[in-house]
């Protein structure tokens, strides 16, 4: 049973680590601190079809998703902003300069796997890009297990599991597949237009 924090017989010490408390939380900033961060850009061009959307292709050679089709983007950096993180990647990774970019606005922010959070920005670009067919959906099936090391004897049972499933959109572009966060990110935007 909890005490009450306003009980008589609380002494001044006690509020002080309190007070202390509540100083660090205060000064704790970021309320997103313990997720890594990302931007990307659903980069658009007017085309007479309707807006278009640049996608790239992921090298072989990168760790995570390699050879994917995505969107431009990466982590943020020291003192960066969300949208600052997502013009800078599009720059070093497409060659396309701030100057080139308008932002339209963000996309509502999406978890990539635990502890990772990715803010996707629409903007304007100047040129014009290839056009991507309708999505479809698919369906994702997940198993969630504990690793080895966590103390499962303690669980109910001895084990924990969790078993789910969710459709998610996807499309086939030049025989190439958009899956994954960037065509859950371009299915958001499609609600928009």
């Known amino acids: ?11 001044r ?19 997103f601190g ?16 309707g807006p278009a959307v640049l996608l790239e292709l992921r090298s072989r050679s990168l760790a995570r998703s390699p050879g994917e089709v995505g969107l431009p983007g990466g982590r943020l950096e020291a003192g960066e902003s969300a949208w600052e993180a997502a013009r800078r990647e599009l720059e070093e990774e497409l ?16 978890e990539r796997g635990r502890g990772e ?12 890009f290839t056009v991507s067919p309708g999505f479809r959906y698919a369906e994702i099936r997940e198993v969630i297990r504990l690793a080895g090391r966590f103390p499962s004897r303690h669980l109910p ?19 190439r597949l958009v899956w994954g966060l960037a065509a859950e990110i371009l299915a958001v935007l499609a609600t928009f237009l």
């Open 117 to 128: 959070l990715v803010h996707p920005f629409v903007a304007l670009l100047q040129d014009p």
């Open 13 to 31: 010490a006690e509020w002080g680590v309190m007070e202390e408390l509540a100083r660090r939380l205060a000064l704790s900033g970021d309320p």
């Open 34 to 49: 313990r997720f890594l961060q990302a931007g990307v850009v659903v980069a658009l061009a007017e085309r007479p079809g």
């Open 157 to 175: 049972d001895g084990r924990w599991q969790r078993r789910g499933s969710r459709p998610t959109p996807y499309l086939v572009h030049e025989g």
């Open 1 to 11: 049973m909890s005490e009450k924090l306003d009980s008589p017989g609380r002494g």
């Open 95 to 110: 060659g396309i300069e701030a100057a080139q970019v308008r932002l339209l606005g963000p996309l509502p922010v999406f």
